[in-house]
């Protein structure tokens, strides 16, 4: 089997990859194809901004589409950033500008009030226009400052429990064992081998 995925992300790329491989499920991103247009993520929930990025690949391509949408939930934020995590200091934020904007916005808050969680929805739609949903969550809390040089977006302040680090220091591996991306993948997988 192969798919696209629907991201320029090359973080999420290479995690749905390695966790793709194993069974044997080619996957090519979007740099692969630059005359794509990408969706414009205008959704108020990550399925809405899944299922719209999935579509408009499949659209222009007519082929199969994977698209994830993800980002982090902070309780202390009434559930912000959100779907605008990767944009949440702005349309042209780093992963340093949006961490820094969440510190700052947190400055206030104790340690133990700050629970968080990653989610995320992956949208595989096919070129008949039919679309299945998978969601995976990460439970965790946002440190004072980051820790490890790993991973992407807000990996180095996000605090979890079983490895007793941030995201940023797990491998790759470990990652994939326990994120929301790889909840997901795993749900995909298995709905793929018909499990």
Same mark, same amino acid.
């Given at each position: 089997?192969e ?5 320029q992300?090359?973080?999420k790329?290479?995690?749905?990859r390695?966790?793709l ?7 090519e991103?979007?740099d ?7 969706a414009?993520?205008?959704g ?6 899944a ?14 589409c ?26 042209l934020?780093t ?22 969680? *990653?989610?995320?929805?992956m949208?595989?739609?096919t070129?008949?226009?039919? !679309?299945? #949903?998978? @969601?995976?969550? $990460? /439970?965790?809390?946002?440190l ?7 991973? *992407?977006?807000?990996?180095p302040?996000f605090?979890?429990?079983a490895?007793? !680090?941030? #995201?940023? @220091?797990?491998? $790759? /591996?470990?990652?994939?064992s326990?994120s929301?991306?790889g ?6 997988l ?6």
């Amino acid at each position: 089997m192969e798919l696209i995925v629907a991201t320029q992300n090359q973080g999420k790329l290479k995690e749905i990859r390695r966790v793709l491989a194993d069974a044997g499920i080619e996957v090519e991103g979007m740099d692969a194809f630059p005359q794509l247009v990408p969706a414009v993520e205008d959704g108020l929930t990550f399925a809405e901004n899944a299922r719209k990025k999935a579509l408009a690949i499949v659209e222009q391509t007519g082929k199969p589409c994977l698209a994830d949408d993800s980002g982090l939930e902070v309780a202390a934020l009434n559930g912000r950033p959100g779907v605008h995590s990767a944009r949440y200091a702005g349309a042209l934020a780093t992963d340093a500008d949006n961490n820094a904007l969440l510190l700052k916005e947190l400055a206030e808050i104790d340690e133990q009030q700050r629970q968080a969680a *990653f989610c995320c929805v992956m949208a595989l739609c096919t070129p008949d226009g039919h !679309c299945r #949903l998978f @969601e995976g969550r $990460l /439970e965790g809390r946002i440190l004072t400052e980051p820790q490890g040089d790993g991973g *992407f977006g807000y990996d180095p302040l996000f605090w979890v429990e079983a490895f007793g !680090c941030s #995201l940023a @220091e797990v491998s $790759l /591996e470990d990652k994939n064992s326990i994120s929301h991306r790889g909840a997901a993948l795993r749900q995909l997988l298995a709905a793929i081998e018909g499990r």
